[in-house]
T-cell receptor, first 114, second 113 residues
């Protein structure tokens, strides 16, 4: 499975934007970039995913480098509720719908200061 | 609409015992994946069930087995428990039009003494 590299931890202030980086230099052409987050004492929660183009949803934005070797998850205005471990994952698309597994690394622990 | 549910929430067992964990997928989902999360680590994929069969398996010994029922719910069984099996066990469901994302349950915290 293709590997991702993330900083162990990052810190932000409430209501400020947060940019969480992820390096994936060995990404293949069929790998989707997924982001999940895990709040304390909860299971992981889907945040966003993309293949080549930048993506936006109600939770965050995903900026993907042109060569796809890195990406950045952007939280536009951090809240205390955004404090969590954020995982950047490469999902190999096997062309079979739900036929894939998620390979988690250690993720980035985001601390949000009030 | 209930999300993914798991039972029990917590469990304490002793070495050598057997345990069964249960998962009900999100409504409309037909695929269930199981993950093990040790303290301070990211979740590790155990296996995935689809159409009542194991479709993919991670690097876990045969002591870990599972089952999927016709209503898509699933069980994870672990035999001959070891201290190292202490972890949070997560169930995730997908499929049925939401194939590109997995929705996780809150997990079952297993402690092996």
């Amino acid at each position: 499975d293709a590997k991702t590299t993330q900083p162990n931890s990052m810190e932000s202030n409430e209501e400020e934007p947060v940019h969480l980086p992820c390096n994936h230099s060995t990404i293949s052409g069929t790998d989707y970039i997924h982001w999940y987050r895990q709040l304390p004492s909860q299971g992981p929660e889907y945040v966003i995913h993309g293949l080549t183009s930048n993506v936006n949803n109600r939770m965050a934005s995903l900026a993907i480098a042109e060569d796809r070797k890195s990406s950045t998850l952007i939280l536009h205005r951090a809240t205390l509720r955004d404090a969590a471990v954020y995982y950047c994952i490469l999902r190999d698309y096997k062309g079979g719908g739900s036929n894939y597994k998620l390979t988690f690394g250690k993720g980035t622990l985001l601390t949000v200061n009030p | 609409d209930a999300g993914v549910t798991q039972s029990p929430t917590h469990l304490i067992k002793t070495r050598g015992q057997q345990v069964t964990l249960r998962c009900s997928p999100k409504s409309g989902h037909d695929t269930v994946s199981w993950y093990q999360q040790a303290l301070g680590q990211g979740p590790q994929f155990i296996f995935q069930y689809y159409e009542e069969e194991e479709r993919q398996r991670g690097n876990f010994p045969d002591r870990f087995s599972g089952h999927q029922f016709p209503n898509y719910s699933s069980e994870l069984n672990v035999n001959a428990l070891l201290l190292g099996d202490s972890a949070l066990y997560l169930c995730a469901s997908s499929g049925g039009g939401h194939q590109e994302t997995q929705y996780f349950g809150p997990g079952t915290r297993l402690l092996v003494l």
